[in-house]
């Protein structure tokens, strides 16, 4: 029997196992991921917890506006650059979604957004995080998609405490400072979208 066999899960650890489960990986190396986070999840309970010191999932949105023309970055002031939204699940988030959907709306200051595209990809990297020691993040990263606002204006964003500077970027013209897999996961996105049915 498996560690979170013996122990009772919660609803936030059920749905990443199922969204994980039935999500359709891009490609190879994608899939060879998802098998790695059902396998940690598997085996500890509190795979999407911060708590969880030698890694925990953690819940991130690719934002885009209407048009999927432009992208909303924070200036992380940890990693010191541009990338996608996100951060830890919480113990109330009543799903992986939810986890990134909540995070979206908190660093975006943008209420209403969808995330019936689904997950774009997964990203795991080490790091320090708000434990104080060494971990690694298991990145589940959602494509979010903000209302159509009136010809096709950029909806108004507000910074949170946990962003250095929040902007909008033409996908087509990052910051130089971005991300190093920023390109692919928009790319992902991109890919989730015409999967959605969104784009041609």
Request: net charge negative; proline share 7%.
């Amino acid at each position: 029997m498996s560690t979170a066999e013996g122990h009772e899960s919660t609803p936030l650890h059920r749905s990443a196992v199922a969204a994980l489960r039935f999500w359709q990986a891009p490609d190879e190396a994608q899939n060879a991921l998802r098998h790695t986070y059902l396998a940690f999840l598997d085996a500890t309970p509190d795979a999407c917890l911060r708590r969880s010191a030698p890694g925990h999932l953690t819940a991130s949105v690719i934002l885009l506006d209407a048009t999927y023309s432009q992208v909303l970055l924070t200036l992380h002031p940890r990693v010191g650059k541009w990338i996608q939204l996100g951060g830890h699940c919480e113990p109330g988030d009543a799903s992986i979604a939810d986890a990134a959907l909540r995070e979206g709306r908190e660093e975006s200051g943008i209420a209403e957004l969808d995330l019936s595209a689904g997950i774009a990809g997964l990203h795991t990297h080490p790091i320090t995080c708000s434990l104080g020691v060494p971990t690694r993040h298991l990145d589940v990263r959602f494509v979010a998609v903000t209302p159509r606002q009136p010809d096709d204006a950029l909806p108004e964003i507000v910074r949170s405490d946990e962003s250095v500077d929040l902007a909008w970027w033409p996908v087509d013209a990052l910051p130089d400072e971005h991300g190093v897999d920023l390109p692919d996961l928009i790319a992902q996105a991109r890919l989730a979208l015409r999967r959605a049915g969104c784009l041609g």
